[in-house]
């Protein structure tokens, strides 16, 4: 990614913080094995200011959308306070292998880690955090193929709301209930690092951070690799939809 690239991806901007649109398959900071990150990236995005902006929270490295960075300590640290305290309403799109029967519901299953040696691959675990995700079907194409995935029982269109911030949450959540998120290598059927990509997309975050005025609100555009399977289960780009 170069400096033009990811100054491009910047759907908000003010004074106190930035919103861009993180791509899939880019961790946003290096791990314990180092590697290309988007904080690489970060001093394009300084604006003038002596330092560069800073996480506010996290996406994992296959999920797309809205990140919110914090351009200066003290904005950092009151989105941080904002984040916490679960004052800032997150909403994903994600593609699912079938999908619930009914039109909309609520999933509680607490989440903990799987073992030592996976890292922060997660499960449910009835003594673990509680976790609590709300989710709306969007659309269904029953029978639809998708690369080696749900080839006789279909795809969903979903809007996921993480009422918690869990590691992975959404991609247990989901998987738990039978319905993993397509292309999800580690809690679905999709191969791990191929084809296709994880279908799930932070699609809207709205963030109250300023008295007296109304909640920012930020959208993110679908990213090209979840086009075809959304548009399958009824999302047009021409529609309100987008």
């Known amino acids: 990614m170069t400096p033009e690239e990811i100054v491009a991806r910047l759907i908000y901007r003010d004074g106190l913080m930035l919103v861009i649109d993180k791509p899939a398959g880019l961790p946003v900071h290096k791990g314990p094995k180092g590697g290309e990150s988007l904080e690489d990236y970060f001093d394009a995005l300084r604006f003038g200011l002596p330092r560069p902006p800073a996480l506010a929270h996290r996406l994992d490295r296959d999920t797309s959308g809205c990140l919110v960075l914090g351009r200066h300590r003290k904005a950092l640290a009151a989105l941080g306070r904002l984040f916490k305290s679960g004052q800032v309403e997150k909403s994903y799109w994600a593609v699912v292998a079938g999908g619930p029967t009914q039109d909309e519901g609520r999933i509680e299953l607490p989440l903990g880690r799987k073992d030592a040696t996976r890292g922060w691959w997660m499960k449910h675990d009835p003594a673990g955090q509680p976790a ?21 029982i279909g795809i969903s ?18 998987a738990a209930m039978g319905w993993p998120i397509i292309g999800d290598g580690v ?56």
């Not at 269109?157 to 989901?174: D, I, K």
């Open 187 to 242: 809690y679905g059927s999709g191969p791990r690092n191929a084809a296709p990509r994880l279908h799930l997309h932070a699609r809207e975050i709205v963030v109250p951070f300023y008295k007296n005025r109304a909640p920012i609100r930020v959208t993110a555009p679908v990213p090209p690799h979840m086009q075809d399977l959304l548009q399958a289960c009824g999302w047009s780009a021409d529609t309100l939809a987008d």
């Open 157 to 174: 269109w979903l809007v996921l709301e993480p009422l918690t911030g869990r590691t992975h949450q959404l991609r247990v959540h989901c």
């Open 132 to 152: 609590v995700t709300t989710w709306k079907v969007m659309g269904r194409r029953p029978g639809y193929p998708a690369s080696g995935e749900a080839q006789t």
